[in-house]
């Protein structure tokens, strides 16, 4: 099925509510551990709704959310908080997206997101890696085979 240009926005406002709501279900409703967290919500409307720019690649969406994210409990397993840890943890999180070349804007909240909740490494299997994932293969699904788009533009490695 082909949607027109016209009804390309209803179906990724959808999609993006059954990605979203599958992270929270899985959260919320189950006892497979926390699924979501604040930046997979732009994360899931690049995916969908710039499925072309370079951010909404996979590879962009994984590896710069796990960057980031590592960056954040580090800073806050050794360093702790304050806003020179809060500022500097953004910042090395933005150079190694730069130098490992897999930027992703939404995953940029996800060290203040380590601070200013305390979370520690398991943080990185549920919700980062999991709920990464997910969405990963949503998009996929949502993007390749019901809009009929090219996604991913790159390969996933």
């Known amino acids: 099925m082909n ?8 179906i990724v406002g959808i ?17 497979t551990g926390f699924w979501l967290m604040i930046s997979f919500g732009p994360t899931v409307f690049i995916a969908l709704a710039l499925h072309k720019s370079d951010i909404a690649q996979p590879k962009n969406i994984f590896l710069g959310h796990l960057v980031c994210i590592v960056t954040g409990i580090i800073f ?16 090395v999180s933005v ?13 940029v909240a996800n060290p203040l997101i380590a601070l200013l909740s305390d979370v520690s490494f398991e943080y990185i299997l549920f919700p980062v890696i999991s709920g990464s994932l997910l ?11 019901i809009l009929k788009r090219n ?4 390969k996933l490695i």
Do not use: D
């Open 135 to 145: 969405i990963i293969v949503l998009s996929i699904i949502i993007n390749k085979y």
């Open 15 to 31: 999609g993006s509510t059954i990605i979203i709501g599958l992270l929270s279900f899985l959260s919320y409703e189950t006892s």
């Open 95 to 107: 150079v190694l997206m730069m130098y490992f070349k897999c930027v992703h804007p939404p995953a």
């Open 151 to 154: 996604y991913p533009i790159k």
């Open 3 to 10: 949607f027109s240009k016209n009804t390309e926005p209803l």
């Open 76 to 91: 806050n397993e050794f360093i702790g908080v304050s806003f020179i840890t809060l500022g500097l943890s953004v910042g």
